[in-house]
């Protein structure tokens, strides 16, 4: 059996406008578009095709909705329909191992003690790291405020009603209430929208794509194995 500490293994970052791949040891990212009415039998189909040159004996999939034990519990709310059920290690062929997207960009954003990401995206993405222990959350369609949830002021949505200037302004707000909340002692904004940010909220840094892939490396180290409640991974050892 190959070590597992020497897996080549093909990170997945499922998106509501882009699904981005990157595969242990090459620094080359391909991605393609996806959208509202992708399914997951499509979004295979589409890596494999893109990746029939690359080699890997293993596959993370960071996946927009709820994961729980490793399988996919509800349906997107930004892509098509059928991925509750769907058997992806079928699919690739490979052992596969399919977490929630903002978890799987938290992993590789840790640096220790009790952290929050916040993946600003075509929705919102969040996870929370306590002691190297990772848990997504739901956060994106809990009530805010006004009658919206979080996600309607922080996601795209929210974007384009409230203009850019309004939107930072929301951002900082949201920012500052999870990080008291939830205690936390730093913040990593992430996804599609956070460059647009043009100054950081208090105690938050940028985070990166590359990070979603450097989480999708770390999981198949022996210190980011699952938990034995199944819900969340161990903090691995060092960045890929």
Known sequence: MKDPHHKRVLAVDVGGNHIKMRVFGRREMRQFESGPKMTPRQMVAQVHELTGDWIYDAVSIGYPGMVVHGTVVAE???????????????????????????????????????????????????????????????????????????????????????????????????????????????????????RKLKRLPKNARLGSNDFAFIGGFRIWRDAAKPRAAGKGYRRSIAIP
């Open 76 to 194: 997107p709310h930004n892509l098509g329909r059928g991925w509750v059920g769907f058997d992806f290690r079928k699919a690739f062929g490979r052992p596969t191992h399919i977490l929630n997207d903002a978890a799987m960009q938290a992993i590789g954003s840790y640096e220790g003690g009790r952290m929050l990401f916040l993946g600003l995206g075509t929705g919102l993405g969040s996870a929370l790291v306590v002691d190297g222990i990772v848990e997504s959350m739901e956060l994106a369609h809990l009530p805010f405020k006004k009658g919206r949830t979080y996600e309607d002021y922080v996601g795209d949505r929210g974007l384009r009603r409230l203009g850019p200037k309004k939107w930072q302004k929301a951002v900082k707000e949201v920012v500052n209430q999870l990080s008291t909340v939830l205690e936390v002692d730093y913040i990593v904004i992430g996804g599609g929208n956070s």
